[in-house]
Nanobody, 117 residues
Framework: QVQVVESGGGLVQPGGSLRLSCAAL????????MGWYRQAPGEEREFVAM???????HSTNSVKGRFTISRDNAKNMISLEMNGVKLEDTAVYFC???????????WGQGTQVTVSS
């Protein structure tokens, strides 16, 4: 059984910084892609950023230059460094992890990020 556990959400002022972390735990060999989606109130879930096991990263245009995703393959962990946050970054951030053997995608329960002055 695989668990995806996020941490690091909270309240931050516009222009500030926040770091989210995510770990895939359980009976797994390794994960392929790991990354983040977010969902704002009344909106659909949208892709934020991802990192493959080979080190390739992708992010949505609205966070490029502000958010940085990093990965520790040995620990099946990723982090999202959020700098220069904006009001529109307020959302629940969900971590996902794709099992390299089964291709199944696992989701975390989400962590709230609120940007407010």
């Amino acid at each position: 059984q695989v668990q995806v556990v996020e941490s690091g959400g909270g309240l931050v002022q516009p222009g500030g910084s926040l770091r989210l972390s995510c770990a895939a735990l359980g009976s797994i060999f390794s994960m392929n892609a790991m990354g983040w989606y977010r969902q704002a109130p009344g909106e659909e879930r949208e892709f934020v950023a991802m990192a493959t096991s080979s080190g390739t990263t992708h992010s949505t245009n609205s966070v490029k230059g502000r958010f940085t995703i990093s990965r520790d393959n040995a620990k099946n962990m990723i982090s999202l460094e959020m700098n220069g946050v904006k009001l529109e970054d307020t959302a629940v951030y969900f971590c996902f992890a794709d099992d390299v053997e089964t291709s199944q995608r696992y989701w975390g329960q989400g962590t709230q990020v609120t940007v407010s002055s």
